[in-house]
Each structure stands twice: as structure tokens, then as C-alpha cells.
């Protein structure tokens, strides 16, 4: 091989090496928007996804320029000798630069720039639909928009996924609502979409109301109990509702609940209650800090903590955003480990409240009108 064939050679992996590491620039980036936790380098803080975001683009405008030229110079070369080549050979050529050649350059030419506008939107829409498949229960936190009434509140719609049904079954819905306006938050039972009777024993959440008090940092949370026994479990009527949760949170970029509970099925009178419930107390936090960057949705994956201080079982976890519908957020559902009813236990519903407050936010922020 002549010396500039080396150099040509040369030119050509370096070329063909930039086009591979900006497919892992629009890779992480992808990942970032639509599996932001746990975080990495690139989405470990608000600035570094910011400008992480910036240069991709920047980069992949200027590497769009150069496939482009790349592409028209591979053009310019393939038709120089077509003069020399026979009629069979031109055809060869021209059918493998319409159908193999041009469709590759086109790809390139687009997908430094244009890769990561095309592609999270591709990848949230599944991630929407199918995420949560593997997991018992998903909730959607449906937040209000700049420009909804006042009227309108924040809630909580709860899925219990089925492999036997075709479509997972709205059972009920929680709202969120500032009590006092000032620290006093309450996330409680709003309508039951499900009949009640009807609801599983494991998905019917005895623990009805969550209060969170934000100058102390603490939460408690009132049970809802039978109080006469009834054949299909459970109770809709001749009710009584107790205290069955408390503890303490930190909203903070390191989020954490310690949460003390004796929450009860709902096949448990209320006459026996709490002597039939046992104790159980629950550490939960995520692995990193950051959950929630200013102009994006929450990203939590919240995960028991051992004594030792390791995180252990998966207890919830946030997806993503309905496509072009930022005020929903959708989130998997797992519970405690070793749980009866662990969709609906303090673990999963104290955390939520929290999470739907924030969603609340972050949907105020992006659907607010542009300043331009």
C-alpha cells in the first residue's frame, strides 16, 4: 500500500472512530433523559447534564457538516470513473449508492445533531408503556399544568398490573393538598375507581391519609379498619380509623424516610387492632444524591436500607413522563420485601405523596408559557 493509501486508511478509522464515540455521546445522553437513576457523571448534577446537552449538540452540528462532506466526497468519487467502468459495473455501483451508500450518509448526516431530539422520544414512549410490566403495581402521578384552574388537584392514580387481564385495573386514586397552607401537607384517598369490596386484600390500602410537616420534618399516617367482620374481606361500611404510621423524612437531595408503622390488611377488625399487627420499621433512601434537577421530572430509586448501610430491595422507582404530556409521571411499583400488601404499605405511600409534590413542580415549571 502506497503512503497515501496509509494516510486515507488512517483517515478513515479516525472518521469512522468519531462517528462510534458520538454514538455514545447521543447513548448517554438518551439514558440520562429516560433512565436518569442511579446517576452517573453525566446527569450527577443539574450543570453537568446542562452542559453535557450543550456540547452534544454543538459537536453534533459541526459532525453533521463532515458526514455531509464525507458523504459528497464519496459521491464525487464513485462518479469520476464512470466513464471507464462498464455499463454492468455503473449499475453495480449506482444500486449500491441509492440503496446501501446514500441511506448510511443520511443516517450520519442526521444523527449527530438530530440523534438525541429523535431518539428519547422513541425510547420514552415505550419506556411509558412497558417499564412498569414487571412489577405489581404502577401509579401515575398526574400534576397540574401552568395554565390549569385553581380547582384542579394533584393526584395519584393507582394500577394494579394482572398477567391474566389484557389492561392493568385502576383501582384508586390519592390527592395531595396543602392543609393550612404552610408546612402541613396531607396525601389521602380521593375516589375509588375500583369497588372496593371488589379490590384485592394485598392492593386495598388501609392506610388512607399520610401527613407530612415540613418545619419538623416529620410524617404520621391514620389507618381506615372494619370494624364488624365480612365474608369477601373487605369492609366498606362500619369503619373506625386509627394512627398506624409515623417518622421522620428528609426532603433534601438525599432523600431519605425512617418510617415506624403497624399498618393491617383489611380483613383486620378494628377490635383487634393493634395487638394482630406487628411493628415494622423501615429505612429507606436512594443510592446517590440529586433527585430532583430544576426543568426535570423527579428521578427516584428508592431502596431499603440495611443495618450495615447498604441498600438493598427496590421499593419504587420513577420512569418517565407521558409522551407530550409532562404533568404525568409514571412510577413501578415493588413495596417492602416480604410484605403482605407491600403495594400499600407506608413505604410506598409516604414516599409518593412527596414525590407527586415535586411532580407538581417540575409540571408548573415546563408547561409554563415561553417569555420570547
Known amino acids: 500500500m502506497s503512503g497515501s493509501g496509509y494516510v486515507y486508511l488512517l483517515i478513515g478509522t479516525l472518521w469512522a472512530a468519531v462517528n462510534v464515540a458520538d454514538a455514545w455521546w447521543i447513548y448517554y445522553y438518551v439514558r440520562a433523559n429516560v433512565d436518569p437513576v442511579p446517576r452517573n457523571a453525566v446527569d450527577k448534577s443539574s450543570s453537568a447534564l446542562s452542559g453535557y446537552t450543550a456540547m452534544m449538540f454543538i459537536f453534533g452540528f459541526v459532525w453533521s457538516i463532515v458526514n455531509l462532506m464525507v458523504g459528497w466526497a464519496a459521491l464525487a468519487a464513485s462518479l469520476e470513473g464512470r466513464y471507464n467502468r462498464s455499463r454492468t459495473a ?42 412498569c410490566d414487571s412489577y405489581p403495581a404502577f401509579v401515575i402521578l398526574d400534576a397540574k399544568s401552568y395554565n390549569d384552574p385553581r380547582y384542579v388537584v394533584n393526584v395519584a392514580y393507582f394500577f394494579m398490573n394482572q398477567p391474566s387481564a389484557a389492561e392493568p385495573t385502576q383501582l384508586f386514586t390519592y390527592e395531595i393538598a396543602n392543609t393550612d397552607g404552610g408546612d402541613n401537607w396531607l396525601f389521602s384517598v380521593r375516589s375509588w375507581q375500583t369497588p372496593q369490596e371488589s379490590i384485592p386484600l394485598d392492593f386495598y390500602p388501609t392506610l388512607q391519609s399520610v401527613h407530612y410537616n415540613f418545619a419538623t420534618q416529620t410524617i404520621d399516617g391514620n389507618c381506615t379498619l372494619p370494624t364488624v367482620a365480612n365474608a369477601t374481606g373487605n369492609v366498606v361500611g362500619n369503619t373506625t380509623t386509627v394512627p398506624c404510621m409515623s417518622g421522620t423524612f428528609d426532603p433534601g437531595s438525599h432523600l431519605f424516610f425512617n418510617i415506624t408503622s403497624a399498618v393491617p390488611l383489611n380483613s383486620t377488625l378494628a377490635a383487634s387492632y393493634p395487638a394482630a399487627v406487628p411493628n415494622a420499621t423501615a429505612h429507606l433512601t436512594i443510592p446517590d444524591n440529586g433527585w430532583t434537577f430544576t426543568g426535570y421530572a423527579p428521578a427516584v430509586e428508592l431502596e431499603e436500607q440495611q443495618p450495615d448501610g447498604s441498600l438493598g430491595h427496590l421499593v419504587l422507582k420513577t420512569t418517565v413522563t407521558k409522551p407530550h404530556d409532562s404533568t404525568e409521571l409514571r412510577v413501578c411499583v415493588a413495596g417492602p420485601e416480604g410484605r403482605q400488601g407491600a403495594t400499600v404499605q407506608p413505604e410506598v405511600l409516604a414516599p409518593l405523596g412527596l414525590i407527586l409534590m415535586r411532580q407538581a413542580d417540575y409540571a408548573l415549571f415546563n408547561t409554563q408559557p415561553s417569555s420570547d
Open 90 to 131: 455503473n449499475y453495480m455501483i449506482n444500486l449500491f449508492s441509492i440503496f446501501i451508500a446514500f441511506p448510511i450518509f443520511v443516517f450520519l448526516f442526521i444523527m449527530p445533531f438530530c440523534g438525541g431530539w429523535i431518539v428519547v422520544p422513541l425510547v420514552s414512549s415505550n419506556a411509558w408503556h412497558h417499564r
